[in-house]
């Protein structure tokens, strides 16, 4: 697995804080694959609690959602911006592996 914390059109990279987080949401998925789109939230929930605490996870999960969703948005309408550099700039990170 390659992951790569170039922002979009290779102009820099991104902050160290925000590396740390992907890294933390990888190993948890890698500890307990979520499967499905409600095992996936539960995960992301979980990250979010892990985060920013109860109090605030929930808040925090919906603007993960909300970003995702104007991602999602502005690849359906403007024909340049693909799902992929959509993908790769919601999550700060591209992954691919290698060998199949």
């Given amino acids: ?19 740390e987080k992907v890294i933390e949401l990888i190993d948890a998925y890698f500890a307990e694959p979520s499967f499905g789109l409600l095992n996936r939230m539960k995960l992301l929930r979980a990250m979010c609690a892990k985060w920013v605490g109860e109090e605030q996870a929930d808040a925090l999960l919906e603007a993960f959602y909300e970003m995702h969703d104007a991602f999602a948005y502005r690849a359906a309408t403007v024909p340049l911006c693909s799902t992929r550099t959509s993908t790769k700039r919601a999550t700060t990170t591209s992954i691919s592996t290698a060998g199949g």
């Avoid at 820099?12 to 925000?18: A, D, I, K, P, S």
């Fill in 1 to 19: 697995m390659i992951v790569d914390f170039s922002a979009n059109y290779s102009r820099g990279h991104e902050l160290h804080e925000v590396s």
